[in-house]
Nanobody, 128 residues
């Protein structure tokens, strides 16, 4: 399975971007997906995730109400719609997959180590 993230770029504060993560090799059936980000000089942090079994989505407090996780009907691409962006959202964004096919509590999906497949990252810069 390969993950290809795209959609990053330069945007002004208050603007929007939509990131995409395309999966090749299989669909998202029984695969939970996550988005993480890493700002310069900081550790990678959880942004959003979707549990495969029930479609429940989880968000970091810092993005709740501004970011939305979705996927296409063909189950080959997931998206992260990012609105009301601030300079604090500047980071490299990564999509990741948990291919275990198992269900876990929400805290599981907020941890990097829960994912066994990662995309290459796409840069988001929020600046005027």
């Amino acid at each position: 399975v390969q993950l290809q993230a795209s959609g990053g770029g330069l945007v002004q504060p208050g603007g929007s971007l939509r990131l995409s993560c395309a999966v090749s090799g299989r669909t998202f059936d029984r695969v939970s997906m996550g988005w993480f980000r890493q700002a310069p000089g900081k550790e990678r942090e959880f942004v959003a995730a979707r549990r495969w079994s029930d479609g429940n989505t989880y968000y970091a407090d810092s993005v709740k109400g501004r970011f939305t996780f979705s996927r296409d009907a063909a189950k080959t691409t997931v998206y992260l719609q990012m609105n009301s962006l601030t300079p604090e959202d500047t980071a490299t964004y990564y999509c990741a997959a948990d291919r275990s096919g198992r269900n876990y509590i929400s805290s599981y999906y907020r941890r990097e180590g829960s994912y066994d497949n990662w995309g290459q990252g796409t840069q988001v810069t929020v600046s005027s």
